[in-house]
């Protein structure tokens, strides 16, 4: 297919994690790379030394504020993306760099990781520890169907992507206390458990029916209030869930 | 009749075959009963149920592996019972490759959006091969079914044989053969908050769903709706696993279920648009326009 996507993988303070997820589709990230992306830049992955033009930027891990070519390199991505995805909790909340306070070998100066949502404006946000390999594909699809799709297509991924932008704008913040904040204390929770199955450290627990975070545990990945159906439900495209894993199974088939 | 019955390919009322399930099922059996033709077939390797939790009446998420342990998980605990929690853990340490799993329709919903977006379920997606949805106007907190029991009901929890919602009371057996009802007035303030924005009855998003509601007692009425629903449905039929009647020869019918379906969803769209001038000049969230 001559009509594919450009996507780059930018490499910031993550441990690969995210990217071995997205590798972790064997064959489907094959056919993605064949049919419907064109890989141009990826520190692993791609011969290239700076970030080019491209249509879709995925990138994971935080910003480490005392390591200029980091800063550049997240700027430039911003000016050569035109559409910026933060993969992972790292890129999206700062997750388990969170709790960095510098100190260690050969750096020991590099203490300060800000998610890259506090130095550029981000389009899409994946969270999770790593966000599953399924939920990286659903994307990476949804995100073909959105620039090279039909009309309907685009409509499609228009409305799939929507609470993913929305998670984007809602802030660089994430813990497993936004169970209690903006679903428990909202009188949301109606105890189905999506949650506990989310969390990548099994922080969260259900005491008569609703979660209990152990936050001592909890990374800050926001898996879990991404996971909840009382975070968002749009009724708009998740009753159209035979159709769709159908379109998406046979996008890569 | 429009959107409240969600999207089916058939409807009717059934009722298990096994008299062995019908004993202690809390309708027609069907959950027990698909479950188990599916087990047996392999086309599912468990199913995640609500068992017996610590206490009596207490629910507790379970991962049945066989016939037996179905068996111990019939009936309705009118409580929260977190059954979506074992869903990435039934394909690890119980090493499920084609899960089973049974819940409310906001379980349902929550079973499809982590298909479509499986943040932190990996390799779920593809894995889960019958859910069976049931019926629901309300769940509780355990503490309010205690309380309804205990204060309301003036009944011991571990001396109740069953317990039903149905004819507008909510019904308490005891082992010793005593009758309570309530009136659903008394129940309504006990109610689990988050119900009151639930906009889905009959578990529209399931592949089969099923509940008391519209089939005569002892039957259960059945709606068979996604394509893989479709196929499981026709094949225990065929196997002989259940008797059923179309739904128009049956009272109520379907009219109740609808009925019943529009005045849940009324009332709780209302709740919904009402949470956005909670305040003064501050809204509740609404999950349903953005996270
Ligand atoms: C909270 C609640 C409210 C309900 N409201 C209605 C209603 O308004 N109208 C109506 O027609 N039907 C309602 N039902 C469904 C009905 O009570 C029966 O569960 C349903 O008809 C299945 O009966 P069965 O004989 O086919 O299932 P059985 O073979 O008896 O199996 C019942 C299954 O339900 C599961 N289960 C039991 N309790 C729970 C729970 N708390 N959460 C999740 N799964 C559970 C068990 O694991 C078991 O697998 C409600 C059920 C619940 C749990
Ligand atoms: S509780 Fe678990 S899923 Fe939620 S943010 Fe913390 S680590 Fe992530
Ligand atoms: S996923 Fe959301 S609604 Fe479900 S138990 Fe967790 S906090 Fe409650
Ligand atoms: S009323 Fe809705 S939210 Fe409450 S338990 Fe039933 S399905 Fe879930």
Not at chain 1, 22 to 51: E, M, S
Not at chain 1, 158 to 170: I, S
Not at chain 1, 176 to 190: K, P
Not at chain 1, 236 to 247: G, Q, S
């Amino acid at each position: 297919m001559a009509d594919k996507i450009t996507v780059g993988h930018v490499h910031m303070s993550g441990c690969t994690g995210c990217l071995v997820s997205l590798a972790d589709n064997y064959g489907g990230l094959l056919t993605i790379l064949d049919r419907y992306a064109d890989l141009v830049y990826g520190l692993t992955l791609a011969d290239v030394r700076h970030i080019p033009k491209m249509d879709v930027a995925l990138v994971e891990g935080s910003v480490c504020i005392q390591d200029k070519l980091a800063v550049e390199e997240i700027k430039e991505t911003r000016e050569k993306a035109a559409v910026v995805v933060a993969v992972g909790g790292c890129a999206c909340y700062g997750n388990i760099t969170r709790f960095s306070r510098g100190g260690q070998p050969n750096q020991p100066q590099h203490e300060s990781f800000l998610p890259i949502g506090d130095l550029i404006k981000v389009d899409v946000y994946i969270p999770g520890c790593a966000p599953c390999p399924q939920m990286i594909r659903n994307v990476c699809v949804m995100a073909y169907l959105l620039l090279k799709g039909n009309k309907e297509q685009k409509e499609l991924a228009t409305k799939f992507l929507t609470p993913l932008m929305q998670l984007a704008e809602r802030g660089t913040e994430a813990c497993g206390c936004d169970l209690m904040y903006d679903v428990v204390n909202q009188g949301l929770c109606m105890g189905c458990g999506s949650c506990a199955a989310a969390c990548p450290v099994r922080a969260i627990t259900h005491e008569y029916g609703k979660p209990n975070v152990n936050r001592e545990m909890c990374i800050k990945c926001g898996a879990c209030y991404a996971q909840c159906p009382r975070s968002f439900f749009n009724f708009d495209v998740v009753p159209e869930f035979e159709a769709i894993m159908e379109a998406i199974g046979a996008a890569l088939k | 009749m429009g959107t409240e019955l969600g999207k089916y390919k058939t409807c009717v009322s059934a009722r298990s075959t096994s008299k062995e399930i019908l004993k202690k099922a809390q309708d027609g059996g069907i959950v027990t009963s698909l479950f188990a033709y599916a087990l047996e077939e392999g086309i599912i390797d468990g199913a995640i149920v609500s068992g017996p939790g610590d206490e009596p009446w207490r629910p507790q998420p379970y991962v049945a592996t066989t016939v037996g342990e179905l068996m111990a998980s019939r009936g309705t605990r009118y409580n929260i019972s977190p059954n979506v929690s074992l869903i990435k853990e039934a394909t690890r340490s119980y090493g499920l490759d084609k899960i089973g799993i049974v819940g409310t329709p906001c379980q349902m919903q929550a079973v499809r959006k982590g298909q479509l977006y499986p943040f932190g379920w990996r390799d779920v997606d593809d894995k889960i091969k019958l859910a069976i949805g049931i019926f629901c106007m309300e769940n509780f907190p355990y503490q309010s079914v205690k309380q309804l029991v205990e204060d309301h009901a003036a009944m011991k929890m571990e001396s109740v044989k069953k317990m039903e919602i149905g004819k507008g009371k909510f019904w308490v057996f005891g082992e010793r053969g005593q009758v309570v009802q309530l009136p659903l007035k008394v129940t309504h303030k006990y109610e689990q908050p988050a119900c009151h924005v639930c906009l889905d009855y009959v578990a529209n998003l399931a592949d089969v769903s099923t509940g008391s509601v519209g089939s005569p007692d002892g039957w259960s009425t059945v709606f068979v709706r996604s394509k893989n629903g479709d196929d499981i449905w026709t094949k225990a039929i065929a196997a002989g696993c259940f008797e059923t009647k179309p739904i128009e020869q049956v009272k109520p019918g379907l009219e109740l279920v609808s009925k019943l379906a529009n005045e849940k969803i009324g009332k709780n769209q209302k709740t919904v648009e009402a949470r956005a001038t909670f305040g003064v000049g501050k809204a509740l969230r609404n999950p349903y326009i953005k996270p």
